[in-house]
């Protein structure tokens, strides 16, 4: 998928009742239809930005406290967990993972403009793995993930390409961190393996089924978790205690 072209003019509008046995009206729908699923793909990475610093703003400045006046929310995760699919229609995973967009350094430093240019939102949310990963996230990085297909993006980001990816984090800390991983899995409880298993699927069902997106909601969920836990215990200055 590439970036929309400026210079093109989009004609997404249709019904189901377009569908014709007729073939100039046929090919017509196709044009239609293709446009108006581009359109769709490069507001995707948007919005999501959009949404996710809204979010941000909502958490830094506790303004879940005021958004329902009959009840309000008592803590933020009460918030995501009720408040966010009742005014959106959306999950909590969605908020999650806008909300990692929009920290990412790299997509909250494009213009709107280049926010549009995303042909797919996997390819944003690759970029941002990326980030975390301590690769160095180039111009022409960014452009690549742009246009290219999903795949493409994916076995060029993955493999390496001379002056567009840089790694700057070794192979062997990452083997040793999987190591730990699966040192955790061996010595976890087996209801708490069902657990993430159950987690896994709940994840992948509303992540459609794309890697990518599965393992960037798993982690916002697994982060959020723990926040949770640690602002839920209570602090202790000398002999008082508070709890937040």
Same mark, same amino acid.
């Given at each position: 998928?590439?970036?929309?072209?400026?210079?093109?003019?989009?004609?997404?509008?249709?019904?189901?009742?377009?569908?014709?046995?007729?073939?100039?009206?046929?090919?017509?729908?196709?044009?239609?239809?293709?446009?108006?699923?581009?359109?769709?793909?490069?507001?995707?990475?948007?919005?999501?930005?959009?949404?996710?610093?809204?979010?941000?703003?909502?958490?830094?400045?506790?303004?879940?406290?005021?958004?329902?006046?009959?009840?309000?929310?008592?803590?933020?995760?009460?918030?995501?967990?009720?408040?966010?699919?009742?005014?959106?229609?959306?999950?909590?995973?969605?908020?999650?993972?806008?909300?990692?967009?929009?920290?990412?350094?790299?997509?909250?430093?494009?213009?709107?403009?280049?926010?549009?240019?995303?042909?797919?939102?996997?390819?944003?949310?690759?970029?941002?793995?990326?980030?975390?990963?301590?690769?160095?996230?180039?111009?022409?990085?960014?452009?690549?993930?742009?246009?290219?297909?999903?795949?493409?993006?994916?076995?060029?980001?993955?493999?390496?390409?001379?002056?567009?990816?840089?790694? !700057?984090?070794?192979?062997?800390?990452?083997?040793?961190?999987? @190591? /730990?991983? $699966?040192?955790?899995?061996? #010595?976890?409880? =087996?209801?708490?393996?069902?657990?993430?298993?159950?987690?896994?699927?709940?994840?992948?069902?509303?992540?459609?089924?794309?890697? !990518?997106?599965?393992?960037?909601?798993?982690?916002?969920?697994? @982060? /959020?978790? $723990?926040?949770?836990?640690? #602002?839920?215990? =209570?602090?202790?200055?000398?002999?008082?205690?508070?709890?937040?």
């Amino acid at each position: 998928m590439t970036e929309l072209d400026p210079t093109k003019k989009y004609r997404f509008d249709l019904e189901l009742s377009s569908v014709s046995d007729d073939p100039t009206k046929a090919e017509d729908v196709l044009t239609r239809a293709a446009d108006g699923i581009e359109l769709a793909n490069c507001a995707n990475t948007f919005y999501r930005m959009v949404m996710g610093q809204q979010l941000l703003v909502i958490q830094k400045d506790h303004i879940w406290e005021r958004m329902r006046a009959y009840v309000p929310y008592n803590t933020w995760d009460e918030f995501l967990t009720i408040g966010f699919p009742e005014i959106t229609g959306l999950s909590r995973e969605t908020a999650y993972g806008a909300m990692q967009l929009a920290k990412s350094d790299t997509l909250s430093a494009l213009e709107e403009s280049q926010l549009r240019r995303f042909g797919n939102l996997a390819n944003a949310i690759r970029l941002v793995r990326l980030e975390r990963q301590g690769v160095k996230v180039t111009k022409d990085l960014i452009e690549k993930a742009q246009r290219l297909p999903v795949q493409e993006f994916r076995r060029l980001s993955g493999a390496g390409e001379q002056g567009s990816v840089e790694v !700057t984090v070794a192979s062997k800390p990452v083997a040793t961190d999987l @190591e /730990h991983i $699966i040192k955790l899995f061996k #010595e976890a409880d =087996p209801e708490a393996i069902a657990a993430f298993r159950k987690l896994m699927d709940s994840v992948a069902a509303m992540a459609g089924g794309n890697p !990518t997106d599965i393992l960037t909601a798993l982690m916002a969920s697994v @982060e /959020h978790e $723990i926040q949770s836990s640690v #602002e839920q215990q =209570p602090m202790v200055y000398g002999d008082a205690e508070e709890t937040r």
